[in-house]
């Protein structure tokens, strides 16, 4: 059974650091895409990036591009987002999902919840 | 950026009835090579992840009920959900994979009249 389960919430302040992660099990981990989205309180869904942890291929959306950034450990077939400086409006549920390439997202992580706060 | 706009805003059907959701995309999403539309839906429950519903425009993902199909092709495109469940309450994304970036519409709220 394919799972992708979040690491848990986060109470952040504006300028602290902050790795997100995403452990993967079920499946071949260096065969798919992984990517973040981002969705702000009572808003729509945001694409942010993907990393192929095969190769570690990263892509960003250019709206995130300088803002995260998306990683992968092959190890523990993990990916992560980090931020190296929250700002208020960082403040988000994120989700991670496993993304074939070039195709629909299959499947979502449970979600981060992300707040960011003085 | 390909834009995705969807239509209504938010839509309420009474049970049994026939729900009609539309999504536009700002440029076609059709693959000329292969003819594939690159377009999903997904479906999002309050408190929930979203969940895939369609893809390729038309293909229904594994254990979705089969009231729910996905019609259109280049722009245009249509989630219809044949007879309304209770438990069909939820926001309705559709989604552009053609180009990068990843694009979602802004959802359809779905509700029971």
């Known amino acids: 059974e394919v799972q992708l389960v979040q690491s848990g919430a986060e109470v952040k302040k504006p300028g602290e650091s902050l790795k997100i992660s995403c452990k993967t099990s079920?499946?071949?981990?260096?065969?798919?895409?992984i990517g973040w989205v981002r969705q702000m309180s009572g808003k729509g869904l945001e694409w942010m990036g993907i990393?192929?942890?095969?190769?570690?291929?990263?892509r960003y959306s250019p709206s995130f591009q300088g803002q995260v950034t998306i990683s992968a450990d092959e190890s523990i077939s993990s990916a992560y987002l980090q931020w190296s400086s929250l700002k208020a409006s960082d403040t988000a549920m994120y989700y991670c999902a496993r993304q074939r390439g070039d195709s629909h997202i299959e499947y979502w992580g449970q979600g981060t919840l992300v707040t960011v706060s003085s | 950026d390909i834009v995705m706009t969807q239509s209504p805003d938010s839509l309420a059907v009474p049970l049994g009835e026939r729900a009609t959701l539309n999504c536009k995309s700002s440029q076609s999403v059709l693959y000329s090579s292969n003819n594939k539309n690159y377009l999903a839906w997904y479906q999002q429950k309050a408190g929930q992840p979203p969940k895939l519903l369609i893809y390729?425009?038309?293909i229904r993902d594994s254990g979705v009920p089969d009231r729910f199909s996905g019609s259109g092709s280049g722009t245009d495109f249509t989630l219809t959900i044949s007879s309304l469940q209770a438990e069909d309450v939820a926001v309705y994304y559709c989604?552009?994979?053609?180009?990068?970036?990843?694009?979602f519409g802004p959802g359809t709220k779905l509700e029971i009249k």
């Open positions: 079920g499946y071949r981990f260096t065969s798919y895409w």
């Open positions: 989604q552009q994979y053609y180009s990068s970036p990843d694009t």
């Open positions: 390729w425009a038309s």
């Open positions: 990393i192929y942890p095969g190769d570690s291929d990263t």
